[in-house]
């Protein structure tokens, strides 16, 4: 199978997007696949490229890519349907994050140049990436969330502590791996949360904060994975915890009454279907003492980093890295396709 890998980008997560291709490049090839790589801001890499970028270290914080949009936008116009690589591929293989990658412009390019890739389609993957409207979109099928104002807000500041309680989260509305993401504890702290917030994007949520249990649920194909449990060294899940291997204790399977995981399952499930993904998906969610199940949001392109929650799931239940990705490609949008000559 000829695999053209797509990572990299303009994105505040572009490392990220690396170390994942790092492993998934590893994986392929040491299937017998034969296997391009494509920086989405500057094109084709060759091995010299591969060997300084494709690192499986993250770092603490979130690179600056200020200087490589223009480099995406010109490769989204023409760039990508230039590519032999990309053409001929059986499958475009995604692992990008946020940004034209993550919310359906890049899928929407592929769409048009005609080639199979992993993950959802446009329509599912800007759903996914924007949290207003698949929160809505939760809520309407049944998949509870927590209470959320988007910015600026509906009703009065001085009633957005009484409508959402303290404490709160403040994160941008279109980011993900915690980018950009604060939780609010006093009143005084709120308006620079939005500040930083409003760094990352045009858009940003206010949600109440959910106590308890952070679990998470994988989708492949049309099942569930077995949910996973994250226990943060910090009061929060966020980027260091994410990649740096030991500031987190994840479980997989996580240590869950039987009915609670099956719950969690169908829920996963429901809210999959309910934003339109296909293929694979990551859904996670917060677990009051109570019993009670919040749903925080879907990734359509979650993380594959040797660190990252998808591949853990996959592995609870069988399945290796390199199996993961070969099942991910198989189950790529119109995979296998007919070829034009």
Not at 74 to 100: I, K, N, P, Q, T
Request: charged share 25%.
């Amino acid at each position: 199978m000829r695999v053209t890998v797509l990572t990299g980008g303009a994105t505040p997560e572009r490392a990220v997007a690396f170390a994942g291709a790092a492993q998934v490049v590893t994986a392929l090839r040491g299937r017998g696949h034969e296997v391009h790589v494509v920086d989405l801001a500057t094109g084709p890499l060759s091995d010299a490229d591969e060997r300084q970028r494709l690192v499986v270290d993250v770092g603490l914080t979130p690179p600056a890519t200020s200087d490589l949009v223009q480099g995406e936008r010109e490769m989204l116009a023409h760039g990508l349907a230039g590519l032999a690589m990309v053409r001929s591929a059986d499958v475009v293989f995604l692992v990008l994050h946020g940004g034209a990658g993550e919310g359906g412009i890049v899928q929407a390019a592929l769409e048009v140049i005609g080639v199979p890739y992993t993950g959802s389609g446009p329509l599912g993957s800007a759903l996914a990436v924007d949290k207003d409207l698949s929160k809505r979109l939760f809520r309407a099928a049944g998949v509870p969330v927590a209470d959320w104002i988007m910015t600026p807000p509906a009703v009065a500041p001085r009633r957005v502590k009484q409508t959402l309680g303290m404490p709160m989260i403040v994160k941008p509305s279109k980011q993900g791996s915690t980018v950009g993401l604060t939780l609010v504890k006093r009143d005084r702290e709120l308006t620079a949360a939005i500040a930083e917030a409003s760094r990352w994007d045009d858009e940003v949520m206010l949600e109440a904060f959910i106590p308890g249990r952070e679990l998470t649920v994988g989708v492949l194909g049309d099942g569930a994975l077995p949910p996973g449990e994250i226990i943060p060294r910090h009061e929060l899940f966020d980027y260091e915890c994410k990649y740096t291997p030991g500031m987190s204790e994840e479980t997989f399977p996580a240590k869950l009454p039987a009915a609670l995981a099956r719950r969690l399952q169908a829920l996963a499930l429901t809210a999959h279907r309910a934003i339109k993904l296909s293929g694979y998906s990551r859904i996670d969610f917060r677990v009051t003492p109570r019993g009670r199940i919040f749903c925080l949001e879907a990734n359509n392109l979650p993380g594959l980093t040797r660190t990252s929650l998808y591949p853990q799931a996959a592995r609870a239940a069988g399945i290796d890295y390199a199996e993961m990705c070969e099942r991910i490609c198989r189950l790529a949008r119109n995979f296998p396709h007919q070829r034009r000559e």
